[in-house]
């Protein structure tokens, strides 16, 4: 089965740090892009980040720029995003997401159940 | 503020047909594909259509989509209540260099 599955939210504190993890299964992770997407609750849907298959290229929205960084380990099949620098508007469900192929970047089709970040004193 | 902009809300009857507009800019839609999700309550979201009019394996035909210029469009017809969700467009930001999407639209099958 395809399948992805995030770990790694929690509580933490306004300036904090946290790494949050997507574990890849039933497909081959290194032919994909990989991306990760956030929803603050009650709120839509908010891009936070890209890697390219062979993690050569990163991108970044405007809103984490130097304080999120995107990685990913095609031999363990994870990707990772290293949150820093944490405020309380980064509260929200983080998703991770497949992108179609190794060169779409805006059409994902399997999508994590999800990873609560929430970000208070 | 959304990159992309959509109509918070729609609704129709069951059995209608309702669209969902998606408007953009040159740096957006005008030049990259655009996706549509379906998002139900509590859950991740789907993906229904991609490359502007392409259903994923598993799409039923009542979904369709389609792009002109700068502007995107979500089409349901035979509307059935098990279709309530949020349904948000996206794409990629070629001066951003990133994803962009859309605020959200809530169908509600009345």
């Known amino acids: 089965e395809v399948q992805l599955v995030e770990s790694g939210g929690g509580l933490v504190q306004p300036g904090g740090s946290l790494r949050l993890s997507c574990a890849a299964s039933?497909?081959?992770?290194?032919?994909?892009?990989m991306h990760w997407v956030r929803q603050a609750p009650g709120k839509g849907l908010e891009y936070v980040s890209a890697i390219s298959s062979d993690g050569g290229s990163t991108y970044y929205a405007n809103s984490v720029k130097g304080r999120f960084t995107i990685s990913r380990d095609n031999s363990k099949n994870t990707l990772y995003l290293q949150m820093g620098s944490l405020r309380a508007e980064d509260m929200a469900v983080y998703y991770c997401?497949?992108?179609?192929?190794?060169?779409?970047?805006?059409?994902?089709?399997?999508w994590g159940q999800g990873t609560m970040v929430t970000v208070s004193s | 503020q959304s990159v992309l902009t959509q109509p918070p809300s729609v609704s129709a009857a069951p059995g209608q047909k309702v669209t969902i507009s998606c408007s953009g800019s040159s740096s957006n839609i005008g030049s990259n594909s655009v996706s549509w999700y379906q998002q139900l309550p509590g859950t991740a979201p789907k993906l229904l259509i991609y490359?502007?009019?392409k259903r994923p394996s598993g799409i039923p035909d009542r979904f369709s989509g389609s792009k002109s210029g700068t502007s995107a469009t979500l089409g349901i017809t035979g509307l059935q209540t098990g279709d309530e969700a949020d349904y948000y467009c996206g794409t990629w930001d070629s001066s951003l260099s990133a994803g962009v999407f859309g605020g959200g639209t809530k169908l509600t099958v009345l």
């Open positions: 997401a497949r992108g179609r192929s190794s060169s779409s970047w805006s059409a994902f089709d399997i």
């Open positions: 490359e502007n009019n």
């Open positions: 039933g497909f081959t992770f290194s032919s994909y892009t």
